[in-house]
């Protein structure tokens, strides 16, 4: 997924001006390579340029493409060529043309605020996050949370799949849970398994895995969110030992042993 927030701010203002004037250059040489200029298609190329230029270089620039692009619309591929007199109907063409690089570049920014909202998210979730692609089982997102839970850095996390982060010995049912996801048979899973941190080393996470579909109905993704309960299953553990160790003692035991509850009630004896 894009980070656009990330791509504006390694990108200074004159370079996303730079890069959109770049994108109209090459949309204005595609133009002419396309149609001959009496054609008539004095546009064509100049749309997808423009929605380009919106999202990857912001409101300014793309209003920017918008007006060089009307203005070599008008002047290189509009009859007669290089004049500055518009008739009405010119005006009125060019006015459409300028309306729509409006709608496109909000629509695009609707989009971005859209976009920005499911990566806030999924970046500032207290869980840890991974996104997962069901046909090869790689990552291809994780948040910092995750990155701090196993150990992997975002770009390392990246070369790994789902089999590289699970501990071995839960691989096989991990597999399973996955392809009901995949085949569309669950929508979301609830779990607890043992994963593997780069250190080699093992935690217990509690998981609720859910999928995305695509337009065409296809799985396209599974969200995890992990929560680390090692500090819980090693109470969980220390108590079960306890209680074995009681259930011998009353076993075992040859005086007669009575169990009060904290009331002072009977509650069991031997």
């Known amino acids: 997924m894009l980070n656009?927030?990330?791509?504006?701010?390694?990108?200074?203002?004159?370079?996303?001006?730079?890069?959109?004037?770049?994108?109209?250059?090459?949309?204005?040489?595609?133009?002419?390579?396309m149609f001959p200029p009496e054609s008539g298609f004095q546009f064509i190329t100049f749309y997808p340029a423009m929605v380009a230029v919106?999202?990857?270089?912001?409101i300014g620039p793309g209003a920017l493409v918008a007006v060089l692009s009307s203005i070599a619309g008008y002047?290189?591929?509009?009859?007669?060529?290089?004049?500055?007199?518009?008739?009405?109907?010119?005006?009125?063409?060019m006015g459409i043309f300028l309306f729509s690089a409006y709608l496109i570049g909000w629509i695009v920014h609707q989009?971005?605020?859209?976009?920005?909202h499911s990566?806030?998210?999924?970046?500032?979730?207290?869980?840890?996050?991974v996104a997962i692609d069901p046909g090869t089982g790689r990552v291809m997102q994780a948040n910092h949370i995750a990155q701090e839970m196993w150990g992997y850095d975002a770009e390392e996390f990246l070369t790994k799949t789902i089999a590289d982060i699970t501990y071995f010995e839960d691989l096989q049912e991990s597999n399973q849970r996955n392809e009901l996801l995949a085949q569309g048979m669950v929508e979301?899973?609830?779990?607890?398994?043992?994963?593997?941190?780069k250190d080699g080393s093992f935690f217990w996470g509690e998981s609720c895995v859910s999928m995305t579909k695509n337009d065409s109905g296809k799985v396209d993704q599974f969200i995890g969110n992990t929560?680390?309960?090692?500090?819980?299953?090693k109470i969980d553990h220390?108590?079960?030992?306890?209680?074995?160790?009681?259930?011998?003692?009353?076993?075992?035991?040859?005086?007669?042993?009575h169990i009060l509850d904290g009331d002072g009630k009977y509650h069991r004896g031997q």
Not at 119 to 129: A, N, V
Not at 188 to 197: G, S
Not at 239 to 247: A, D, V, Y
């Open 4 to 33: 656009l927030r990330e791509l504006n701010l390694r990108l200074s203002p004159a370079s996303r001006y730079a890069l959109a004037v770049g994108i109209f250059l090459a949309a204005l040489l595609l133009r002419f390579w």
């Open 54 to 58: 919106f999202y990857f270089c912001g």
């Open 75 to 93: 002047l290189f591929f509009t009859l007669p060529f290089w004049t500055l007199t518009p008739t009405k109907e010119e005006m009125i063409a």
């Open 111 to 116: 989009l971005q605020i859209h976009a920005q």
């Open 119 to 129: 990566q806030d998210l999924f970046e500032k979730s207290f869980t840890g996050m």
């Open 188 to 197: 979301n899973l609830r779990f607890e398994k043992r994963y593997l941190r």
């Open 227 to 233: 929560i680390d309960i090692s500090e819980r299953k």
């Open 238 to 257: 220390a108590l079960l030992i306890e209680n074995e160790k009681n259930r011998a003692l009353l076993r075992n035991a040859s005086d007669g042993i």
